[in-house]
């Protein structure tokens, strides 16, 4: 992924980070949007990291659109 692409990952997930920091107190297991926050959160984090390892081991990253027709 480009850099760009990069970035775009981590203002998202700084978007959800203040969403998160907002949101009203969940009640365990109950609230869907709080959970789905969570998930997505955790799933750019997992994104980001893979990134940024190809990118300190100085494996190009893969481009934005290689998976489009």
């Known amino acids: ?31 869907v949007h709080f959970n ?3 998930e997505e959160r955790a799933a750019l984090t997992e994104q980001i990291d893979r990134l940024q390892a190809l990118e300190d081991r100085g494996d190009a990253l893969p481009a934005a659109d290689a ?3």
Not at 4 to 30: M, N, Q, V
């Open 36 to 38: 789905r926050l969570l």
């Open 1 to 31: 992924m480009p850099q760009k692409a990069l970035e775009e990952l981590l203002e998202r997930r700084e978007a959800i980070a203040w969403e998160i920091a907002r949101h009203p107190r969940p009640i365990t297991g109950c609230d």
């Open 67 to 69: 998976h489009r027709d």
